[in-house]
């Protein structure tokens, strides 16, 4: 990150209006109204350097204060105040490099509060501060008004605009701020972010820690997602997926997609690697890994899964689905069954994936597949995937494998238990003449 310098020095070497050098920097105005301690703590680092001299603005002279104020600015009170008196002019003195801890008692009635730095002098040399933190406490957990290096602008710009957001241990924190622009949100802490607004900005999440937990498909506004070993993100928007531009979801990393699913652009994932975390967290088949792509709404259904396909266009799609959906439109019906005869690798022992009808994750589709297919129940029963009550379900675009124009039939009265039975007579005519003489997939 970067620091905040005020330097009457180099303000001077510069030509300029008349008179002194006279800087402030604000804070954004902090909410206290759910603060419970009746004063709240200020800390930074400081590097207060004066060329020499006493207080005020004369030529080698330079005064620093910290004021803070909680009715909107009428009234200021002073913290702090820095000048010749109270450091010496040697850049490595300890009075000159200090952390400040200050702290200031709230008014009754208070509501909001808002700190400022204020420097003024001429020719002098210097005073920087950083890592500004004011904390209170809030029902009894720490309240973090102002913390880390990047949690406000007015502090440090990290490279590529971050907005840090640290939660502590055992706090949920709803986020309250809209991100705009080019900023990327940082989540550090091992508390719980909730983030449910619509945002636009372009950088998209980077979980660092804890848990964070989208309530809104529009939340990163199609942006990047990186989840760091040991963190998780948790996507709670009903059934509908959310659009990624990029998924870097680390080994020991965990993406709990329950209803949902992400839907992840063109050349912004590792298919590999995504394979891999959904077989972690299959976890041999209960979908409650420790790490990986995981599905509490799949752990408790019977025939579900979390599937995935690479579209036509190069887009990724991992989402719940029941087991047999082999395009992931929300159906299991004939053109899932087109989609699985195309890959040619049913009952040939090659490489198989989902949308070949790979459903158990071991690399090959054969009876075991449809066996389990049969046992999801949900054959030509429309949309299976239905939000439970008191879910609020936001659309979102869903891409769904090419099918082709006409789908096989079952005959009149049929399930896809025939389609089991068809495959496992091609077993047996594989067996005795070392052919297969059926397709598992003709029609029934």
Partial sequence: GTIA??????????????????????????????????????????????????????????????????????????????????????????????????????????????????????????????????????????????????????????????????????????????????????????????????????????????????????????????????????????????????LALDPAGSLELGRAGVVVASGGFNAAAVRQALVAGRNGGGWNGAAGITSAAAASTAGRAVGYIVGGDGRLTVGFAALGDANMDGQFNPFDLVAMQSGGVFNTGAASSWQTGDFNYDGVSNVVDLVGANGSGVYGQGNYNVAPAGVQVVSASVPVASSAATAPSLSSGGTVTQLTFAALSAEQDRASSGTVKKKAFATL
């Fill in 5 to 246: 310098v005020a330097d009457t020095d180099e303000w001077d070497d510069k030509s300029h209006d008349p008179g002194d050098f006279n800087g402030i920097l604000r804070t954004p105005v902090i909410d206290l109204a759910t603060v419970t301690s009746s004063a709240v703590t200020i800390e930074f680092d400081s590097s207060f350097r004066p060329e020499g001299g006493g207080g005020g603005a004369a030529e080698g002279n330079q005064t620093g204060v910290v004021e803070v104020t909680f009715d909107g600015g009428a009234t200021w009170t002073n913290l702090l105040t820095q000048d010749g008196n109270t450091s010496t002019g040697s850049a490595t003195h300890p009075s000159v490099n200090r952390h400040e801890v200050l702290t200031a008692t709230i008014p009754a009635g208070a509501s909001t509060m808002q700190v400022r730095f204020g420097q003024i002098g001429s020719n002098d040399y210097w005073w920087a501060i950083d890592n500004v933190e004011i904390s209170a406490t809030v029902n009894g957990y720490e309240f973090v008004g102002i913390s880390g290096q990047t949690a406000h602008a007015f502090t440090t710009a990290a490279a590529g605009n971050e907005t840090v957001v640290e939660v502590g241990t055992g706090q949920t924190v709803t986020d309250t701020v809209v991100h705009s622009g080019d900023e990327t949100i940082v989540k550090t802490g091992s508390g719980t972010l909730v983030i449910d607004l619509a945002n636009t900005h372009t950088g998209g999440l980077v979980v660092q820690a804890g848990t964070v937990i989208l309530r809104n498909v529009a939340a990163l506004n199609g942006g990047p997602l990186t989840v760091a070993a040991g963190a998780k993100v948790v996507v709670d928007t009903g059934t509908s997926r959310i659009n990624l531009s990029d």
